[in-house]
T-cell receptor, first 115, second 112 residues
Framework: DGGITQSPKYLFRKEGQNVTLSCEQN?????MYWYRQDPGQGLRLIYY???????QKGDIAEGYSVSREKKESFPLTVTSAQKNPTAFYLC??????????????FGPGTRLTVL | GESVGLHLPTLSVQEGDNSIINCAYS??????FIWYKQESGKGPQFIID?????DKRQGQRVTVLLNKTVKHLSLQIAATQPGDSAVYFC???????????FGSGTRLQVQP
Protein backbone atom coordinates (compact mmCIF):
# COMPACT_ATOMS: atom_id res chain seq x y z
CA ASP A 1 0.00 0.00 0.00
CA GLY A 2 1.21 3.49 -0.80
CA GLY A 3 0.66 6.25 1.67
CA ILE A 4 1.75 8.13 4.73
CA THR A 5 2.14 6.48 8.09
CA GLN A 6 2.47 8.12 11.46
CA SER A 7 3.38 6.49 14.71
CA PRO A 8 2.42 6.14 17.41
CA LYS A 9 -1.32 6.88 17.14
CA TYR A 10 -1.47 7.95 20.78
CA LEU A 11 1.45 9.30 22.80
CA PHE A 12 1.69 10.37 26.40
CA ARG A 13 4.49 12.51 27.71
CA LYS A 14 5.46 13.86 31.05
CA GLU A 15 6.21 17.54 31.38
CA GLY A 16 9.85 18.33 30.69
CA GLN A 17 10.39 15.41 28.34
CA ASN A 18 11.21 15.56 24.67
CA VAL A 19 9.27 13.23 22.38
CA THR A 20 9.64 12.36 18.71
CA LEU A 21 6.75 11.68 16.34
CA SER A 22 7.40 9.53 13.31
CA CYS A 23 6.22 10.24 9.76
CA GLU A 24 7.06 8.00 6.80
CA GLN A 25 5.83 8.14 3.21
CA ASN A 26 6.36 5.76 0.29
CA UNK A 27 4.78 8.03 -2.32
CA UNK A 28 8.15 9.27 -3.57
CA UNK A 29 7.09 12.80 -2.65
CA UNK A 30 9.70 15.53 -2.35
CA UNK A 31 7.83 17.78 0.07
CA MET A 32 6.70 16.94 3.59
CA TYR A 33 4.88 18.96 6.23
CA TRP A 34 3.94 18.94 9.90
CA TYR A 35 0.72 20.53 11.17
CA ARG A 36 -0.77 20.88 14.60
CA GLN A 37 -4.51 20.76 15.22
CA ASP A 38 -6.21 21.81 18.45
CA PRO A 39 -9.82 20.81 19.27
CA GLY A 40 -12.35 22.57 17.07
CA GLN A 41 -9.61 24.35 15.17
CA GLY A 42 -8.02 24.25 11.77
CA LEU A 43 -4.50 23.09 11.04
CA ARG A 44 -1.47 25.24 11.74
CA LEU A 45 1.85 24.70 10.05
CA ILE A 46 4.83 23.81 12.24
CA TYR A 47 7.60 22.94 9.78
CA TYR A 48 7.89 21.89 6.18
CA UNK A 49 10.59 20.42 3.98
CA UNK A 50 10.77 20.84 0.24
CA UNK A 51 13.70 18.50 -0.27
CA UNK A 52 16.06 16.23 1.64
CA UNK A 53 18.38 18.01 4.07
CA UNK A 54 16.35 21.21 3.90
CA UNK A 55 13.42 22.49 5.96
CA GLN A 56 11.72 25.76 6.86
CA LYS A 57 9.82 27.03 9.86
CA GLY A 58 6.10 27.39 9.62
CA ASP A 59 3.82 29.59 11.69
CA ILE A 60 4.31 27.90 15.07
CA ALA A 61 7.81 26.38 15.02
CA GLU A 62 8.84 27.43 18.53
CA GLY A 63 9.42 24.41 20.76
CA TYR A 64 9.63 21.99 17.84
CA SER A 65 12.47 20.59 15.75
CA VAL A 66 12.64 18.42 12.63
CA SER A 67 15.12 16.63 10.44
CA ARG A 68 14.98 15.42 6.84
CA GLU A 69 17.84 12.98 6.35
CA LYS A 70 15.86 10.71 4.05
CA LYS A 71 13.24 11.46 1.42
CA GLU A 72 10.80 9.05 3.05
CA SER A 73 11.07 10.30 6.61
CA PHE A 74 10.33 13.59 8.38
CA PRO A 75 10.33 13.11 12.17
CA LEU A 76 9.08 15.85 14.48
CA THR A 77 10.50 16.37 17.98
CA VAL A 78 8.35 18.14 20.50
CA THR A 79 10.75 19.62 23.02
CA SER A 80 10.24 20.65 26.61
CA ALA A 81 10.30 24.26 25.39
CA GLN A 82 6.88 23.80 23.79
CA LYS A 83 4.55 25.30 26.39
CA ASN A 84 1.32 23.61 25.36
CA PRO A 85 2.14 20.48 23.38
CA THR A 86 -1.11 18.57 23.89
CA ALA A 87 -2.66 18.42 20.40
CA PHE A 88 -3.32 16.30 17.34
CA TYR A 89 -0.28 16.26 15.03
CA LEU A 90 -0.65 15.66 11.32
CA CYS A 91 2.03 14.91 8.78
CA UNK A 92 1.49 15.48 5.06
CA UNK A 93 3.43 15.12 1.84
CA UNK A 94 3.13 16.40 -1.70
CA UNK A 95 4.76 15.55 -5.01
CA UNK A 96 6.76 18.69 -5.51
CA UNK A 97 7.29 22.32 -4.80
CA UNK A 98 6.89 24.06 -8.15
CA UNK A 99 3.17 23.82 -8.55
CA UNK A 100 0.80 25.00 -5.80
CA UNK A 101 -1.60 22.44 -7.17
CA UNK A 102 0.48 19.57 -5.89
CA UNK A 103 -2.06 18.01 -3.59
CA UNK A 104 -1.04 17.36 0.01
CA UNK A 105 -1.87 13.95 1.35
CA PHE A 106 -2.21 13.50 5.09
CA GLY A 107 -1.30 10.74 7.48
CA PRO A 108 -3.68 9.43 10.16
CA GLY A 109 -2.24 11.67 12.88
CA THR A 110 -0.68 11.29 16.32
CA ARG A 111 -2.54 12.47 19.37
CA LEU A 112 -0.06 13.75 21.96
CA THR A 113 -1.10 14.25 25.56
CA VAL A 114 1.13 15.80 28.19
CA LEU A 115 0.45 14.45 31.65
CA GLY B 1 -3.38 39.64 7.55
CA GLU B 2 -4.29 37.13 4.86
CA SER B 3 -6.75 34.50 5.97
CA VAL B 4 -9.01 31.74 4.86
CA GLY B 5 -12.17 31.45 6.91
CA LEU B 6 -15.59 29.85 7.01
CA HIS B 7 -19.03 31.39 7.48
CA LEU B 8 -20.73 28.73 9.58
CA PRO B 9 -19.19 26.41 12.17
CA THR B 10 -21.95 23.73 11.95
CA LEU B 11 -24.32 22.69 9.20
CA SER B 12 -27.08 20.17 9.79
CA VAL B 13 -28.88 18.61 6.82
CA GLN B 14 -31.28 15.77 6.17
CA GLU B 15 -30.04 12.67 4.42
CA GLY B 16 -30.65 13.03 0.71
CA ASP B 17 -30.61 16.81 0.71
CA ASN B 18 -27.92 18.89 -0.93
CA SER B 19 -25.32 20.56 1.31
CA ILE B 20 -23.54 23.83 0.71
CA ILE B 21 -20.46 24.74 2.72
CA ASN B 22 -19.05 28.20 2.31
CA CYS B 23 -15.59 29.69 2.62
CA ALA B 24 -14.33 33.26 2.37
CA TYR B 25 -10.78 34.28 1.59
CA SER B 26 -9.08 37.64 1.83
CA UNK B 27 -6.06 37.34 -0.45
CA UNK B 28 -7.16 38.44 -3.91
CA UNK B 29 -3.93 37.00 -5.32
CA UNK B 30 -4.84 33.46 -4.23
CA UNK B 31 -4.77 31.20 -7.28
CA UNK B 32 -5.57 27.79 -5.91
CA PHE B 33 -8.00 26.39 -3.36
CA ILE B 34 -8.55 22.96 -1.91
CA TRP B 35 -11.35 21.34 0.02
CA TYR B 36 -10.56 18.66 2.59
CA LYS B 37 -12.82 16.37 4.59
CA GLN B 38 -11.76 15.30 8.07
CA GLU B 39 -13.56 12.57 9.94
CA SER B 40 -13.21 12.39 13.69
CA GLY B 41 -9.74 11.28 14.80
CA LYS B 42 -8.40 11.00 11.27
CA GLY B 43 -6.24 13.06 8.96
CA PRO B 44 -7.82 15.35 6.33
CA GLN B 45 -8.75 13.73 3.05
CA PHE B 46 -8.55 15.60 -0.26
CA ILE B 47 -11.95 16.16 -1.88
CA ILE B 48 -11.55 18.57 -4.74
CA ASP B 49 -9.51 21.58 -5.80
CA UNK B 50 -9.97 24.55 -8.08
CA UNK B 51 -7.67 27.06 -9.71
CA UNK B 52 -8.47 30.73 -9.96
CA UNK B 53 -8.90 30.55 -13.74
CA UNK B 54 -12.01 28.45 -13.19
CA ASP B 55 -15.44 29.32 -11.76
CA LYS B 56 -16.66 25.80 -11.24
CA ARG B 57 -15.33 22.31 -10.97
CA GLN B 58 -17.25 19.10 -10.53
CA GLY B 59 -16.31 15.81 -8.99
CA GLN B 60 -18.30 12.82 -7.92
CA ARG B 61 -21.31 14.25 -6.04
CA VAL B 62 -19.31 17.38 -5.22
CA THR B 63 -19.03 20.74 -6.94
CA VAL B 64 -16.82 23.65 -5.99
CA LEU B 65 -17.78 27.16 -7.05
CA LEU B 66 -15.37 30.07 -7.00
CA ASN B 67 -16.50 33.69 -7.04
CA LYS B 68 -13.42 35.83 -7.32
CA THR B 69 -15.39 39.06 -7.28
CA VAL B 70 -16.46 38.56 -3.68
CA LYS B 71 -13.60 36.23 -2.77
CA HIS B 72 -15.85 33.37 -1.88
CA LEU B 73 -15.91 29.68 -2.62
CA SER B 74 -18.37 26.98 -1.80
CA LEU B 75 -18.50 23.21 -1.70
CA GLN B 76 -21.74 21.62 -2.77
CA ILE B 77 -22.47 18.00 -1.90
CA ALA B 78 -25.35 16.39 -3.75
CA ALA B 79 -27.65 13.85 -2.09
CA THR B 80 -25.84 14.06 1.25
CA GLN B 81 -25.24 10.73 2.93
CA PRO B 82 -24.46 9.81 6.56
CA GLY B 83 -20.90 9.06 5.49
CA ASP B 84 -20.51 12.71 4.54
CA SER B 85 -20.67 13.71 8.20
CA ALA B 86 -17.31 15.30 8.96
CA VAL B 87 -15.53 18.62 9.28
CA TYR B 88 -14.83 20.31 5.97
CA PHE B 89 -11.93 22.69 5.49
CA CYS B 90 -11.04 25.00 2.69
CA UNK B 91 -7.34 25.69 2.32
CA UNK B 92 -4.98 27.68 0.15
CA UNK B 93 -1.21 27.87 -0.26
CA UNK B 94 0.08 31.33 0.75
CA UNK B 95 2.17 33.17 -1.77
CA UNK B 96 5.72 31.89 -1.91
CA UNK B 97 5.05 28.84 0.21
CA UNK B 98 3.87 25.37 -0.59
CA UNK B 99 2.27 24.55 2.73
CA UNK B 100 -1.40 25.32 3.30
CA UNK B 101 -3.38 27.85 5.29
CA PHE B 102 -6.53 26.25 6.64
CA GLY B 103 -9.77 27.80 7.79
CA SER B 104 -11.30 26.68 11.08
CA GLY B 105 -13.69 24.27 9.36
CA THR B 106 -17.41 23.58 9.11
CA ARG B 107 -18.90 20.54 10.78
CA LEU B 108 -21.47 18.82 8.58
CA GLN B 109 -24.05 16.73 10.43
CA VAL B 110 -26.30 14.50 8.36
CA GLN B 111 -29.60 13.61 9.99
CA PRO B 112 -31.17 10.28 9.00
Amino acid sequence: DGGITQSPKYLFRKEGQNVTLSCEQNLNHDAMYWYRQDPGQGLRLIYYSQIVNDFQKGDIAEGYSVSREKKESFPLTVTSAQKNPTAFYLCASSRGIRDPGDTQYFGPGTRLTVL
Amino acid sequence: GESVGLHLPTLSVQEGDNSIINCAYSNSASDYFIWYKQESGKGPQFIIDIRSNMDKRQGQRVTVLLNKTVKHLSLQIAATQPGDSAVYFCAEPPAGRRALTFGSGTRLQVQP
